[in-house]
């Protein structure tokens, strides 16, 4: 009999029991990034009108608030719960890479260049969350388990 310990891929394929604690360390990932889509769609609504004025100053309709409001707050509630993960992840992933191009492209102020910078980093996490997908603790894992 092989041992599992001496090879931590061996076995991937068999779904083996999670001694090492991914699925945990995944749920803590998933909550952490969507705290921040919480934070920013719940300061977006309570901010509405400065950040409707911050948008328009950029050149964004301001009539995409709501739509931008939307994504932060489904998305962050459907990492949470890792459910549609892949579908998740890109989304946020690409509102990412959006909203640093939109906003945050003046690459010749430092603090401009420090918010592209971290949405492209988020953006970076997202697409791990999409390669590893949610773990077993997830509505995606544990409609896995079932089938």
Request: include cysteine; hydrophobic fraction near 55%.
């Amino acid at each position: 009999m092989r041992d599992l310990h001496a090879h931590p891929m061996a076995g991937a394929d068999a779904a083996p029991l999670d001694e090492s604690g991914n699925a945990s360390v995944l749920l803590v990932a998933r909550c952490l990034v969507a705290g921040l889509f919480l934070w920013s769609g719940i300061g977006q609504v309570q901010g509405y009108d400065e950040t409707a004025s911050f948008m328009i100053h950029n050149g964004v309709m301001a009539n995409l608030l709501p739509v931008a409001v939307f994504i932060e707050l489904a998305g962050a509630i459907l990492l949470i719960a890792g459910y549609r993960m892949r579908f998740t992840s890109l989304a946020l992933a690409s509102f990412c890479v959006l909203t640093a191009l939109l906003f945050h492209a003046n690459f010749f102020d430092h603090a401009q260049m420090f918010h592209f910078l971290k949405n492209c980093a988020i953006a970076g996490g997202l697409l791990s969350l999409y390669v590893s997908g949610p773990g077993r603790l997830s509505l995606d894992g544990l409609s896995a388990v079932e089938e």
